[in-house]
Every structure is written in structure tokens, then in C-alpha cells.
């Protein structure tokens, strides 16, 4: 008689033999269903590449090449762009960060002549420079120093 090892061996050989015999039909179906879902599934874009490629491996792969090396040039381009707004910006936010400095420094100049001088003082230096677009517009009707535009 068998020993039980010798047995259970058998017995679990059997089985899996049995379970692949089963299983591996079932397995390559499945295979075969999902090869043919993708096939379904590939666009006309990606067949033409592959027939392509098929019938001129060197020329697709030049295509290829080219067509990166144009890609390139479009992302050098657009970073060259994203660069130039980027300095853009920064010089708009130190002209910014001046033209808030400035009119700073003037709303406490008038602060504190408030009450104390007659008149309403004046940016003076470099202050006036940044701030001579706001000035005429904001200080025309207490002190006119040319003909009130008409917008």
C-alpha cells in the first residue's frame, strides 16, 4: 500500500491537472475576448501608424523624429513665451509695488498737513513722476493746474 505523502501527492497532482485541463480553455477564451475588445477599440489614428509602420519601419521612424523635433521646437517656443511674461509681470509688479509706495507716502503727506496747511501738498522727486497719470484726474476740482479734461 501507498503512504499517506505518496497519496496526497497523487491526489493533489490529479487535481490540478484536472483544474488546468478545465481552466486553460476558459483562460485562453478570455485571452482571446480581450485581444479582440482591443482590436475594437484601436482608432483609425493608431491603425493607420501601425500599417505605417508595417510597410516602412525606417520611414515611420523618421516621421517619428521629425515629428518630435517639432514638437520640440513648439515647447521651446511656448517656454520662450512663458518666460517673457513672466519677466513681464515682475517688471508690473515692482512698477506696482513703486506706484503703491508712492501714493503712500502722499496719502501721509496729506494726513498730516490735514487741518495744518491751506493747501493740499503736492508728490514731490520721483514720487511725482509715478504718480503723474493718478494726480491730474484726482486733483482737478481742489486745484486745477490746467483746463479740466472732459472724458
Known amino acids: 500500500m501507498l503512504s499517506d505523502e505518496v497519496t496526497n501527492t497523487i491526489i493533489i497532482s490529479v487535481t490540478?491537472?484536472?483544474t488546468a485541463a478545465i481552466g486553460a480553455p476558459a483562460g485562453i477564451k478570455t485571452i482571446k475576448?480581450?485581444?479582440?475588445?482591443r482590436a475594437a477599440?484601436?482608432?483609425d489614428e493608431e491603425q493607420e501608424a501601425v500599417e505605417r509602420y508595417s510597410a516602412d519601419p525606417g520611414q515611420f521612424v523618421k516621421d517619428v523624429l521629425r515629428s518630435n523635433a517639432q514638437l520640440t521646437e513648439r515647447v521651446e517656443a511656448a517656454e520662450a513665451k512663458a518666460d517673457r511674461i513672466e519677466r513681464a509681470f515682475e517688471a508690473f509688479k515692482q512698477e506696482d509695488r513703486k506706484f503703491r509706495t508712492a501714493l503712500a507716502r502722499w496719502v501721509g503727506q496729506i494726513m498730516n498737513a490735514w487741518g495744518v496747511e491751506p493747501e493740499m501738498p503736492y508728490p514731490e522727486?520721483?514720487?511725482?513722476?509715478?504718480?503723474?497719470?493718478?494726480?491730474?484726474?484726482?486733483?482737478?476740482a481742489t486745484q486745477p493746474r490746467r483746463p479740466p479734461r472732459h472724458v
Open 41 to 43: 477599440e484601436v482608432d
Open 125 to 140: 522727486g520721483d514720487d511725482a513722476m509715478t504718480l503723474a497719470d493718478v494726480i491730474p484726474s484726482a486733483l482737478e
Open 33 to 37: 475576448a480581450r485581444k479582440a475588445r
Open 16 to 18: 490540478a491537472l484536472a
